[in-house]
Nanobody
Framework: QVQLVESGGGLVQAGGSLRLSCAASGRTFSSYAMGWFRQAPGKEREFVATISRSGGNTYYADSVKGRFTISRDNAKNTVYLQMNSLKPEDTAVYYC????????????WGQGTQVTVSS
């Protein structure tokens, strides 16, 4: 089992940047593919990005491709989401997931961190 704690959210103006972090407990972090998801008010949770266990492969939702970058540091048991050129439509609670698929099925979830982008 793994426990996840997200941080780094906040309020930012459109065009700005934020970096989210997700710290994982346990010694098996490197055995999990990691993902970021988000849920805006009144909407279903959606996939944002995923990274393979070694960090060698990444995949992004079309809506964030070219603006967001997912990375991981297995020595620090942490996955990151660098978000640039933020838009108001990026406003959501962002969650990290360990071991699940791109549909958000299965795996372990953090509690989420709020990102608000003002216009």
């Amino acid at each position: 089992q793994v426990q996840l704690v997200e941080s780094g959210g906040g309020l930012v103006q459109a065009g700005g940047s934020l970096r989210l972090s997700c710290a994982a407990s346990g010694r098996t972090f490197s055995s999990y593919a990691m993902g970021w998801f988000r849920q805006a008010p009144g909407k279903e949770r959606e996939f944002v990005a995923t990274i393979s266990r070694s960090g060698g492969n990444t995949y992004y939702a079309d809506s964030v491709k070219g603006r967001f970058t997912i990375s991981r540091d297995n020595a620090k048991n942490t996955v990151y989401l660098q978000m640039n050129s933020l838009k108001p439509e990026d406003t959501a609670v962002y969650y990290c997931n360990a071991g699940g698929d791109r549909k958000g099925k299965d795996g372990y979830w953090g509690q989420g961190t709020q990102v608000t982008v003002s216009s």
